[in-house]
């Protein structure tokens, strides 16, 4: 069964700081690896969505890699601002095209 | 504007009682699921349907039920069946999950008083 691992739980980082967010899966039989952000009480936004064959996604300020054969990802966010503060959420899709979540990083940035 | 739409917000549950959480989307998706979020944990599958009329149980089915007789709707009925109902529901369709990943709603937070 899939395990999704999210290290560290919590981050603190000053404003403008460049910073990565990791995650890690147990079955590389992936379809493929979503980020999400949370914000307190509400519900997901798609952040990023890496393919199985791909390595690599960029979204403005954002970039996420994946690694299949090591069981890793990593959120990179550039020149951190107090609006990321939020939890990032990583998801594996996989054969019954079911997502399986990491229990999210934490991120608060500080101004 | 195409979207996901949960209601309400906020339910409240009496001891016995059975509620229903309503998802609704205008995005022509298939696919709809339904996960529940704990604090401090991810999300778990309680139900999913890949097409009208047909749904299956996920990881934590047990106490709850749904039905999907239309394309836009799955709604989840919490029963006085599940003896730990408080905590944070979330909805989302795919219309190709390997392509697209999933759209999720912005969640019903579901206390029992």
């Known amino acids: 069964k899939q395990e999704v691992t999210q290290i560290p739980a919590a981050l603190s980082v000053p404003e403008g700081e460049n910073l990565v967010l990791n995650c890690s899966f147990t079955?590389?039989?992936?379809?493929?690896l979503q980020w999400f952000r949370q914000d307190p009480g509400k519900g997901l936004t798609s952040l990023l969505l890496i393919q199985s064959s791909q390595r690599e996604q960029t979204s403005g300020r954002l970039n996420a890699s994946l690694d299949k054969s090591s069981g890793r990802s990593t959120l990179y966010i550039a020149a951190s601002q107090p609006g990321d503060s939020a939890t990032y959420l990583c998801a594996c899709s996989g054969s019954a095209r079911q997502l399986t979540f990491g229990s999210g990083t934490q991120l608060t940035v500080l101004p | 504007d195409g979207g996901i739409t949960q209601s309400p917000k906020y339910l409240f549950r009496k001891e016995g009682q059975n509620v229903t959480l309503s998802c609704e989307q205008n995005l022509n998706h298939d696919a709809m699921y339904w996960y529940r979020q704990d604090p401090g944990q991810g999300l778990r599958l309680i139900y999913y349907?890949?097409?009208?009329?047909?749904?299956q149980k996920g990881d934590i089915a047990e106490g709850y039920s749904v039905s999907r007789e239309k394309k836009e709707s799955f709604p989840l009925t919490v029963t006085s069946a599940q003896k730990n109902p408080t905590a944070f529901y979330l909805c989302?369709?795919?219309?190709?999950?390997?392509?697209?990943?999933?759209?999720f709603g912005s969640g019903t937070r579901l206390t029992v008083v």
């Open positions: 989302a369709s795919s219309i190709d999950a390997v392509r697209y990943g999933y759209t």
């Open positions: 349907s890949q097409i009208v009329n047909d749904f």
């Open positions: 079955d590389s039989a992936i379809y493929n």
